[in-house]
């Protein structure tokens, strides 16, 4: 080996790996929505919140378009799947009237056709099933809550993850609304972020469904000035404590 490639290689190996920024946001939400760190890709609840059953790694929803989109990808993947059985009902769901929730009036709480759903999800050990779930992560909420959020000129791995979290928590629509009432980013990013909480704790408050301190932990990380999420920290989620590694094994 050439003297300069071992100097490239001690050098490399000298050189910690930076933990990913995405993967600590995912761990923050994830802390938020489940109460823990680790993907729950086999989590199934129907929350009654207007939006049927709410699962998957991400909270997809059987009553928000999202839940019949992952089902078909998932299907696309392993097309013998035990879920495929839901799709005409999940059909169905898709085209029947959305306005049962009470803050963006884009829910079907029906579970009509969907017996048995969340038992099949709880049991689902495919690994073509996290795929598929990871797939329409990064294509209904990674993505495009990354695109607004530098469309708006945000550049910190916080702001970032926290409109990510806007994202899954009220959809395209509730996240744009709220960026919207917070007006632009400015010079001032963090009080730009500031804004945000202020305008999501209020959305929160309005929807009336018991997490309306799911801010906190951001609001902590701001303090301590971690803006670029440099791992590890603690982050609170609904008064419990986590450790972010920014690590999820996946």
């Known amino acids: 080996m050439k003297i300069w490639m071992v100097l490239i290689f001690l050098l490399?190996?000298?050189?910690?790996?930076?933990?990913?920024?995405?993967?600590a946001a995912l761990q923050m939400t994830t802390a938020l929505e489940n109460s823990v760190?680790?993907?729950?890709?086999?989590?199934?609840?129907?929350?009654?919140?207007?939006?049927g059953i709410t699962?998957?790694?991400?909270?997809?929803?059987?009553?928000?378009?999202d839940g019949n989109i992952l089902i078909k990808h998932y299907t696309?993947?392993?097309?013998?799947?035990?879920?495929?059985?839901?799709?005409?009902?999940?059909?169905?769901?898709?085209s029947s009237s959305h306005t049962a929730t009470a803050a963006d009036r884009d829910g079907n709480p029906s579970v009509e056709g969907l017996d048995g759903f969340i038992?099949?999800?709880?049991?689902?050990?495919?690994?073509l099933f996290e795929q598929a779930q990871l797939d329409m992560?990064?294509?209904?909420?990674?993505d495009p809550?990354?695109?607004?959020?530098?469309?708006?000129?945000c550049k910190n791995a916080l702001t970032k993850a926290f409109i990510y979290d806007m994202y899954v928590r009220h959809g395209p629509n509730g996240a744009q609304s709220i960026m919207k009432e917070a007006g632009s980013v400015g010079d001032d990013e963090n009080a730009y972020l500031e804004r945000l909480f202020?305008?999501?704790?209020?959305?929160?408050?309005?929807?009336g469904l018991g997490d309306v301190d799911r801010d906190n932990g951001y609001k902590q990380v701001l303090e301590a000035g971690n803006i670029d999420l440099a791992t590890p920290f603690t982050f609170e989620a609904h008064g419990d404590m986590f450790n972010i590694s920014g690590d999820l094994g996946i």
Do not use: H
């Open 37 to 51: 760190i680790e993907m729950q890709f086999n989590y199934a609840e129907n929350l009654g919140d207007g939006r």
């Open 198 to 207: 202020q305008y999501r704790d209020s959305a929160l408050k309005n929807e």
């Open 145 to 153: 809550a990354m695109k607004l959020a530098e469309g708006a000129g």
């Open 55 to 65: 699962f998957g790694c991400v909270g997809f929803c059987t009553g928000t378009y």
């Open 12 to 23: 490399l190996m000298a050189v910690p790996c930076a933990a990913s920024d995405k993967e």
């Open 137 to 142: 992560l990064d294509k209904l909420y990674w």
């Open 76 to 94: 696309e993947l392993n097309p013998n799947n035990d879920l495929a059985r839901f799709i005409p009902a999940l059909d169905a769901i898709d």
């Open 119 to 127: 038992e099949a999800v709880k049991g689902c050990d495919d690994p």
